[in-house]
């Protein structure tokens, strides 16, 4: 198994222009997350998703779309990158079976706005 | 409100010596609390969770209800802990919420 991967690995943007950050994970999870890493801010939730077809905001929504059309991939939209969105995003997943709650997360990709 | 706090951005401790690397949380309900690292140059991945009491790489963390915290120990560090350390709470949702992170540098 893969586990979780994401494409592209890095990427580097000029203000305004647009991109898709893919997630695709092989675990059957229901639940897949988008977080940015960005230094002395640790981990912060853009979305998230409990199931195909659905997705929610997280704690830093704005200026990220994102779309759950197929259970195994999690798409991360950026309709016009600003240098802010600057960072290091990194997909998760969660399975839902017994207490197991741990979240399995991408590689990361580093994507730099000028 | 929720959430998670590392108060060190950075510890730095020799080999050999103890490590206790800090987290509080704020969550009135019964919480589910783990523990991420992120070695360098690879993805974050479970350390440790509270419910499972187990003790990974010699790590070891206990939730103190009564302090609200879930601080991570070792009793002597090796230079392959150097790492990023991530406390994180799960409130009852499947939305987690991760503290700022402290680097940990083991040093020589």
């Known amino acids: 198994n893969a586990g979780v991967t994401q494409t592209p690995k890095f990427r580097v943007l000029k203000t305004g222009q647009s991109m898709t950050l893919l997630c695709a994970q092989d675990?059957?999870?229901?639940?897949m997350y988008w977080y940015r890493q960005d230094p002395g801010m640790g981990l912060r939730l853009i979305h998230y998703?409990?199931?195909?077809?659905?997705?929610a905001k997280g704690e830093v929504p704005d200026g990220y779309n994102v779309s759950r059309l197929k259970k195994q991939n999690f798409l991360l939209g950026l309709e016009s990158a600003a240098p802010s969105q600057t960072s290091v995003y990194f997909c998760?997943?969660?399975?839902?079976?017994?207490?197991?709650?741990?979240?399995?997360f991408g590689p990361g990709t580093r994507l730099t706005v000028t | 409100a929720q959430r998670v706090t590392q108060p060190e951005k950075l510890l730095s401790v020799f080999k050999g010596a103890p490590v206790e690397l800090k987290c509080n949380y704020s969550?009135?309900?019964?919480?589910?609390l783990f523990w991420y690292v992120q070695y360098s140059r690879q993805r974050l991945q479970l350390l440790l969770r509270?419910?499972s009491r187990e003790s990974i790489k010699g790590f070891t963390a206990d939730l103190n209800k009564g302090e609200t915290s879930f601080h991570l120990k070792k009793p002597f560090a090796q230079e392959e802990d150097s790492a990023m350390y991530y406390c994180?709470?799960?409130?009852?949702?499947?939305?987690?919420?991760f503290g700022t992170g402290t680097r940990l540098k083991v040093l020589a």
């Open positions: 998760a997943s969660t399975g839902t079976s017994g207490e197991n709650y741990e979240q399995y």
């Open positions: 675990m059957n999870h229901e639940y």
């Open positions: 998703s409990v199931g195909e077809g659905t997705t």
């Open positions: 969550y009135s309900g019964s919480p589910e």
């Open positions: 509270h419910i």
């Open positions: 994180a709470l799960l409130p009852g949702t499947y939305k987690y919420i």
